[in-house]
């Protein structure tokens, strides 16, 4: 299976980084190619490429202007970003528990009432979802996932919050999100999960690569306090089904 | 081993170095030194590779104490009135600090960041190839954070090499140079004309992560809201009030805001010095001239140790002999030929 995408954008970002753009939208054919130019790049070395960082419709690519320019390094990613896309070899894909409502999931009535719908439906339709990491930005671990029910879409909160709680999950837009640390975020808060996709001193450091399948599993209160000091131990307590 | 002991510290002061590389893609920021030249500057001083690990003093002032041995040191970055107990000291020169001595320095007269390199570097524990403090990921060592009074970086014995200045190029006031875009075209051209040719500063709310300007409203053409791309050093981000944000080290990985420019990467360190409350301006250049600039730069930083000079008599400030009585009975501080120099050997006891 391949697909081809229209050419992308070749956007300067100063001197020592291209923004190659597939798409201005959440367009999950573009976050496709972004992978596949990253999984290219990771493959076929470009001499003075430092560093890649996918994004939903783009890939920056950080480079050392000593030792390629902008102009032969954009033609290198032209031509390797209209290669037809490879389907991915093999997808992992992790099971998350997430613990819904309450205390650790503050917004789940909002959200409920601003659907018109029961706090139960929410869950259910956010469980059954199939999702993907489309990227891992912000700050360290904050997995952003496509493949939001069209019936969770909803804008963001007017005023964002200060500080939210680390193993956030939530929904903002059209996404869905596995937030790691304790920090500012604007979306709605549905519940928390003891998964760390962040911790120094395990191994590995970060749990979700862009490109990993996602799904939820509920779980109450007394195994996600369970969970949760499994998982500050160091333990892996997301479930990775496909390897 | 020797230690340097934080006697005083403001806000805003950690230790940095280069930064750290290589997960940006998974939201973990590089981090690293404000201005890499004055951090490399001081390192070069006291023989360290230019990006080692070395103390980045905020704007406000700080006390350094040498424990258990001497320590060797140097300044470089912002200025400020610093001095040694009966000595005044300078910038852009190693020292030795005796065993219980007290490094004092006040606050940044000009730019907002200085550099103490420490001979030897600080002994940490890097975690990607970096010592760099990031507070908000827990990354840092030997501290995860800022510093305080208190803290002890462990380094090593000073090693009584004659101490050194270094000639670094005189400053420049000239205009921040950007690059346009990525998302130039989020805007009009009355708008990016109206960023270009308007005088900006520097709100005094700005940090390590973003610095905020002053000035103009800079409207969108389609809004504020895009989808979150990767940001870098420099990404000139307009958000919804029309207030731009410069990132900077701290900065997060990515962001939903549409970036009109992006400062060159030769000018990041000037840029970073730039006080809050001083006017700057904006100077669009091409591609071209901003990849020279990044070579010209890593030239200078490459030829750093080509500008290191012995301390010679004539480089004494007869003002500070005189103000710090050190001149002695014997020596005359307006004839040169009776002035001793401070030599490594009386300033490393053991």
Known sequence: MSATLPPPRLLPSGDSAITVEFSRNIDDAANQGVLA??????????????????????????????????????????????????????TRRWRIPVVYGGENGIDLEDVAKALNTTPD?????????????????????????????????????????????????????VQTGVQCLAGPSGWHLLGRTPVRTYQLHRDPIFLLEPGDAVTFAAVDAKTFADQDRAAEAGEIVAELIVA | MSKLVIAAIGPASSVQDGGRH??????????????????????????????????????????????????????????????????????????????????????????SFSYLAIEGGIAGEPMFGSLAVNARAGLGSPYPRPLQTGDELATVAASGAAERRIELPAATDTPIRVVMGPQDD????????????????????????????????????????????????????????????????DRGTSGGY???????????????????????????????????????????????????????????????????????????????????TPSADTQTPD
């Open chain 1, 37 to 90: 130019l990253d999984r290219t790049l990771a493959r076929e070395a470009i001499a003075g490429v430092t560093e890649t960082v996918p994004t939903y419709r783009s890939l920056l690519v950080h480079y050392d202007p000593l030792q390629i320019g902008f102009e032969a390094l954009g033609e290198k990613l032209m031509a390797l970003a209209q290669l037809p896309v490879p389907a991915a070899t093999t």
């Open chain 2, 186 to 249: 989020e805007f009009a051209d009355a708008e990016k004309q109206l960023f270009l040719d308007s005088e900006w500063k520097i709100s005094a709310t700005s940090d390590r992560m973003g610095y905020r300007l002053e000035g103009p409203v800079i409207k969108h053409l389609h809004g504020h809201n895009i989808v979150s791309d990767g940001t870098v050093n420099g990404s000139i981000q307009v958000p919804g009030n029309g207030a731009p944000i410069v990132l900077m080290p």
């Open chain 1, 121 to 173: 439906d929410i869950v259910a339709r956010h469980v059954a979802g199939d999702y993907r990491v489309a990227m891992v930005g912000f700050t360290p671990g904050w997995s952003y996932l496509s493949g939001l029910d069209g019936q969770l879409h909803m804008p963001r909160r007017q005023n964002p919050r200060l500080l939210t709680p680390a193993g956030t999950i939530s929904i903002g837009g």
């Open chain 2, 258 to 340: 549409p970036k009109i420019a992006t400062v060159i990467s030769a000018d990041l360190g000037r840029f970073a010095q730039t006080p809050a409350g001083k006017a700057f301006r904006f100077k669009a250049v091409g591609m071209a001239e901003a990849q020279a600039e990044a070579r010209k730069s890593a030239e200078l930083l490459r030829t750093l140790p080509d500008r290191l000079r012995p301390i010679e008599n004539f480089d004494l400030n007869i003002e500070a002999l005189q103000d710090a009585n050190v001149a002695g009975a014997a020596v005359s501080a307006v004839d040169a030929g009776t002035w001793q």
């Open chain 2, 22 to 111: 290589g997960a940006q893609r998974y939201g973990l920021t590089p981090s690293g030194a404000m201005d890499r030249l004055a951090l490399a500057a001081a390192n070069i001083l006291v023989g360290n590779p230019p990006l080692s690990a070395a103390i980045e003093i905020g704007p406000f002032g700080a006390a350094f104490t040498a424990r258990d041995g001497a320590v060797r040191v140097a300044l470089a970055g912002a200025s400020r009135h610093a001095d040694l107990p009966g000595r005044s000291v300078a910038f852009n020169t190693s020292m030795t600090l005796a065993v219980g001595e007290t490094l004092t320095l006040g606050f940044a007269r000009s730019g």
